[in-house]
């Protein structure tokens, strides 16, 4: 986002690990309203490491946040962490964008969130998969009417947990489970679509508190390791509007991802693809009223932007709604409302009871297309 003629707003990254070359090749190449000035990691020479293939400065996280030109953080490490670093970010006067979750529990996401008023600053966080073109073009589609009333939706998807904690340690960490790490890019989804959650009714459970490393060549391989997250997760969503819908995410199936996310109106039918992903085709499956006919399916394609791996669009979606005077869209008031529901969810799962989501937000604005 933005143009040359924008202010750019210097970003410092925290958090060196996987998914920052994403970020930082995006924000250094494609969004122009930012220039990344420095990243840090736990150890200084990993920082140091990284900021050199990007030709940044490597430094501490106190030398970020001493830094005066510095005035968003950006923060990619593990969910444990975030709240800790959030908090010293805002009282340093710095505007925030985290990785997700946004922390580990509701009440401290609503604790940062005042501290984020209070200091008049912005605070945000992922998934920010939502703005991309897919998820645009089914809010679009659904907005102009085009498959009628939303009557329900599903939404689930399959990873391989054996695989993955055995590649990423962070998953075995608090805040590493199927619905919080995975999960939470479809709730977000759907209150991106749909509008704030009102009530949920869940089954949730972890298949296998013991796994074995299966990766070869790893120092751990074969090895046996704890994983006390859920990894499997079913729920039946009621939203504030009316709609209802089922979310299911299973960590203990294979690791092609073979997600379903089905929208069904009174006109048509909207199937889109992992909401993961910023891009990938909207199918749109128009009604037909005579059993004899055959519905033709058509791809959407109403020309938005951001149909590539675009993380690094929050970041900069937020740098623009502050250089404007508006909110932003991925909204830490939204990333808490989730979180919230993600909370109720497993709440759910150990009442056997619908529980009320006690927090509400507002539905995003709908990106600009082109």
């Not at 940062?112 to 945000?124: D, M, P, Q, S």
Request: glycine share 10%; aromatic share 8%; charged share 20%.
């Amino acid at each position: 986002m933005g143009t040359t003629e924008t202010k750019k707003m210097r970003v410092g990254v925290v958090g060196c690990g996987a998914i920052s070359d994403i970020y930082l090749t995006n924000m250094i190449h494609n969004f122009e309203n930012l220039e990344v000035a420095a990243c840090c990691a736990g150890h200084l020479e990993h920082a140091k490491k990284k900021a050199e293939q990007y030709g940044i400065k490597g430094c501490t996280y106190e030398e970020i946040l001493a830094d005066p030109s510095i005035e968003m953080v950006v923060i990619l490490t593990p969910a444990p962490t975030h709240e800790g670093l959030i908090r010293q970010a805002l009282e340093a006067g710095k505007h925030v964008y985290t990785e997700k979750t946004m922390t580990l529990a509701p009440e401290t996401a609503a604790k940062l969130i005042g501290l984020a008023e209070e200091k008049h600053l912005y605070l945000g966080s992922a998934p920010d998969t939502f703005l991309g073109s897919a998820l645009q073009t089914a809010r679009k589609a659904i907005d102009d009417g085009l498959i009628g009333e939303v009557t329900s939706f599903e939404a689930c998807a399959n990873r391989d947990l054996d695989l993955l904690a055995s590649i990423f340690r962070f998953l075995r960490m608090p805040g590493g489970g199927i619905c919080y790490d995975f999960g939470v890019y479809y709730l977000t989804a759907i209150v991106s679509l749909f509008g704030p959650v009102d009530r949920v009714v869940s089954s949730v459970r972890n298949l296998a508190a013991k796994r074995v490393n299966i990766i070869p060549g790893s120092p751990e391989y074969g090895q046996e390791f704890d994983y006390t997250n859920e990894s499997q997760v079913f729920t039946i969503l009621e939203m504030k509007t009316g709609v209802t819908g089922t979310f299911c995410v299973n960590g203990d199936s294979v690791i092609n991802d073979q997600a379903v996310f089905t929208i069904y109106g009174k006109k048509g039918i909207l199937k889109l693809v992992d909401p993961n992903n910023f891009g990938g085709d909207v199918v749109y499956i128009p009604g037909v009223k005579d059993w004899t006919q055959q519905a033709v399916p058509e791809v959407l394609h109403y020309g938005f932007d951001y149909s590539e791996n675009s993380r690094g669009l929050g970041p900069s979606e937020m740098a623009e709604a502050i250089a404007e005077g508006r909110p932003n869209r991925a909204s830490a008031k939204m990333a808490y409302h989730v979180l919230d529901t993600i909370d109720q969810i497993m709440k759910s799962a150990e009442t056997g009871a619908f529980e009320k989501v006690p927090s509400t937000c507002e539905r995003p604005e709908a990106m600009p297309n082109s």
